[in-house]
Structures are given as C-alpha cells and as structure tokens.
C-alpha cells in the first residue's frame, strides 16, 4: 500500500484568507499564542478543504448539502455517495438519519460514515507574525459633517504550512462495515455498484467495494490538478492573494509515515528549507545498501514556484544535486510537478500504489 504524503506551503500577503470570531466590530484572523507568548496564524484545514471542492473542475459535480432540524438539533450532511461524487470519496461524510433518507432497508444501520481518504493539517504560520489591524472607513455620499462609518480587521503577511496525506489504496474503495469500521454505503447501494462493474475486495481486514481502476486513477489526477490551481479564501475583495501552493513536497511512501514535516522550518526567523533534513530522511527511508525494504516507492517530488524564498530554491538544488542524479529527487514548478504525476497516475504508470497486500 502507497500513501502521497508531504506538505504544502503557501504565500499569503497582506491577506486575511480564514476568519475567527470577531471581537468589539472588529474582523479577526485565526491565531493561536503559544506559551512563549508568540502568535501564529492559521488557515483551519476546513477552509482549505472548502478551497479545494470549490476549486474542482466546472464538469465535477460535488455532493449536494442537505440541511435538516433547527436549533441545536440542526444537522448539514452531503449526500453521503461516494460512488457519485469525488469529494464524498476523498473527503469523507458522515450521515445519521432515518434509514429510509439514505435508501437503507428496515433494520439497518441508520448511520453511514467514510473517513477521510486525503488527510489535511491545519496551515499554520512557519514564523511567528502577529496580525496587525486595518483600518478602514465608508463615507461615500455621506453629508458634510456627517461622521464615517468605521471598520477594521486583521491582516497578516505569512508562510503558511500544512502537512498532506493521501491514502491511494482507499481511493474508490467503499468500507461495507465490520468490527473496526462503520459502513459508507447502504447494502443496496453496495449491491448497485457490484452490478455495475464494481469489486468486492477485503482492505485491511473489512470487506469493501472498489471501483474499476480507471476511475480511481482518474480522481487522484483530478485532486492533483486542482491543487496546482486552488483558489479561495475570504477578504478577496480587499486582500485578494495567490492560494496555490509557493511550494510542496510529496512522495510515495508505503505505511503512511510522512517524514517531511520539519523540511520547512523556522530559521532566524525566517522561513527556511532545510536540504540536510530532507536528504537525510531520504537516505533513511528509501532503498539503500542498509534498508534494502525502503518505504519510499519512488522519488520525492519538489514543486517550487520560482521567487518563493528568494534564492534558496537554487541553493537546496545545488546541495541536492547527488540526489537529483540518482533520480531520488525531482524539482520544477509546482503545476508541472503536480499535472505531470497526475498525467503518470492516470495514463497507469503507478497502479500498484493503488494496491494493498491484504487484497
């Protein structure tokens, strides 16, 4: 089994992407202070999840929202079919509802729940910043005289990183239910699927069904792809800004393990990459003389927008040229590394990411 593990890192200036509650009229980012006393902003990962699914290509339909009950008792769910839509497959649901809302027969679990398929880590500020207020006022067409309506909110100029993970063996591949999971589908939806040309598998010790390979393929391409090109985020009327990632970092890696998290890291306050960390956990975790059942099923990819972290992209390049000529280590522009892979996936040149020893 293969996992797409790493991290993205984004460039947000003088921006406001994720909003906090607001306090006395005034529009606050999300931040946290350590105990040190230090500040640092963050995107929640359900923003950037949201920038996701709302960045998929026009011709990808996404689940439906259904929202029931009022007050305390409300509940939003999606339609809970990952057969139907991607983003109900990689991002996961959870419905629990009369039997007869989701097409189950009497008796039947009234509960249906996938768990997520592409893990995302909160973006959280590699450097501590803290926010500073912006002040603004509205007077158009006001009288002479007449006092300013006044606003602010809080602004912040941050890289921000987030750790990835995607489960590849998961992709189109629906838990039927059993000791350790809950069922994602009904047993006559499971049953529909089967007729159409779906599988019964066994993942990881619970039955399942699995779509044909060309759609799995096709999804992660799709996820892929829109990583290159997400946008969103909230003040774009103010503080529009690139959401793409400035850099990202992924790797097939068997296990799940994401050893690259501290690739990216403060520096003197700076924010800085690490090349030594980052040969070092490649020599650790792939093939070699020493570990010749290495974890890592092919070469780390660098997707490195030209400009972010001024010259350090030629430096890490430089001190990682052994690596690039042992094919262990591949660096371009993010939307080429990004839509390369996805063209690789697609086109069947890592079907056996795809796969699970205990199928």
Partial sequence: ???????????????????????????????FTTTSRETYPYVSAQASRRWLRDSLP?????????????????????????????DDDLFGYMIAVKADETGAKKGESKTFMRDTVLATGTLVAVVPNKPVMDFGTMSRDFEPGEHPVIHEHEMYTADLAGDLLLDLP?????????????????????TALTEAGATAVTLRGVDCVRMPIEERRRRVAV???????????????????????????????????????????????????????????????????????????????????????GDQRERVTNDL????????????????????????????????WFDDPAV
């Fill in 58 to 86: 026009p011709g990808e339909a996404t689940s439906p929202v259904k929202r029931t009950g009022e007050g305390k008792k409300q509940q939003a769910y999606t339609s809970g079919r990952p057969d139907l839509y991607l």
């Fill in 170 to 190: 998961r992709v189109g591949t629906f838990e039927l239910g059993g000791k350790t999971a809950k069922s994602a589908l009904p047993a006559a939806t499971a």
């Fill in 223 to 309: 996820l892929l792809r829109t990583m290159a090109t997400v946008k969103g985020g909230a003040k774009q009327s103010a503080h529009y800004g690139d959401r793409t990632p400035g850099l990202i970092i992924l790797a097939p890696l068997k296990g799940g393990t994401n050893p690259f998290t501290r690739v990216v890291r403060n520096r003197r306050n700076t924010t800085y990459f690490d090349s030594d960390v980052l040969a070092e956990e490649i020599n650790a975790w792939g093939i070699n003389e020493n570990d010749p059942e290495g974890q890592l099923d092919g070469p780390v990819r660098i997707g490195w927008a030209p400009g972010f972290l």
């Fill in 1 to 31: 089994m293969t996992y797409l593990v790493g991290q993205s890192i984004v460039a947000v200036k003088a921006g406001a992407p994720n909003n906090g509650r607001g306090e006395d009229n005034r529009g606050m980012v999300k931040q």
């Fill in 321 to 352: 040229e052994a690596l690039i000529k042992e094919n262990k280590l591949i660096i371009g522009h993010p939307r080429t590394i990004l839509s390369t892979l996805a063209t690789e996936i697609q086109d069947g040149d890592h079907d056996t």
